[in-house]
């Protein structure tokens, strides 16, 4: 496995009062067939079923909406409503990992959003990496860790889940958490 | 594009540029609110109400894509995504 570490970025305040802290990690992203690549902080987001580059990533890679044509579109659906996201395969160079994923471009439509809000919405590491980590989360240590498998490992993981039963396999993945 | 670069290069000065950032978010709050600021190189590149104001800014002066860019509020939104 390989440690990313990321860290916790404090928001709230204002009328709300309310403060609170949010784990980001940061990643160079590469879009080979935009041929474009920068630096982008990613929320860790659980509740994300896809990493998602937002309007600012979009902005800062010089992506402009009138003029991206992605080969494929997904329709996703979040707790502002449903939109149209492009595709794209990606690289995510992090500090001690690479990661290749498709990843979700957009909003596409700008008339859905006002746009001076959504330049706000951070870009999401969704579960499509998350589900290749260890994810460990220690709000009070300020310790944010993501520990990435390898591709060996998720094939013997892979391997075994298909070789154990569901009690053997937790059993084995107790052993090791234990052995830990 | 290079097929070959230095990640933690890129992602050192990103580090960088951020902690200026932070640096300077108390006295960026009191003279201008309410506007988006972009670093690079650990300096203030661009500077504007809208985020391309801020960009355009910025363009002739570094690659904005490697840029440090935020919003500087003290209002900042609760977002539910």
């Known amino acids: 496995m390989t440690r990313i570490d990321g860290s916790f970025r404090e928001w709230g305040g204002g009328e709300e009062g309310y403060f609170g802290v949010q784990p980001y990690v940061r990643a160079v992203v590469e879009l080979p067939r935009l041929g474009l690549r920068h630096p982008v902080d990613f929320l860790v987001d659980t509740g994300a079923v896809r990493t998602t580059l937002h309007p ?125 | 594009m290079k097929q070959h670069f230095d990640a933690h290069a890129v992602l050192d000065q990103f580090d960088k540029d951020h902690s200026y950032i932070e640096s300077h978010r108390a006295e960026w709050l009191e003279e201008f609110p309410n506007s988006w600021v972009v670093v690079y190189g650990e300096r203030l590149v661009g500077r504007g109400e809208t985020l391309e104001s801020a960009l355009e800014e910025a363009r002739p002066k570094c690659a904005v894509g490697d840029a440090a860019v935020e919003f500087i509020t003290s209002e900042p939104r609760n977002m539910l995504l």
């Open chain 1, 56 to 180: 600012l990533s979009m902005t800062r890679l010089g992506i402009s909406l009138e003029d991206y044509a992605p080969t494929q579109r997904s329709d996703m659906t979040g707790v502002g409503g449903g939109a149209s996201y492009g595709e794209e395969e990606a690289i995510l160079h992090f500090r001690n990992a690479e990661i290749r994923a498709v990843v979700l471009v957009g909003p596409l439509l700008r008339e859905q959003f006002d746009f001076s809000l959504s330049s706000r919405l951070p870009s999401l590491l969704g579960m499509d990496i998350l589900s290749r980590t260890r994810l460990s989360v220690d709000y009070l240590a300020n310790e944010l860790r993501v520990d990435v498998h390898t591709d060996e490992d998720i094939l013997h993981l892979q391997d075994l889940q298909r070789r154990l039963s569901d009690a053997e396999y937790r059993h084995y993945r107790q052993m090791q958490r234990e052995e830990r």
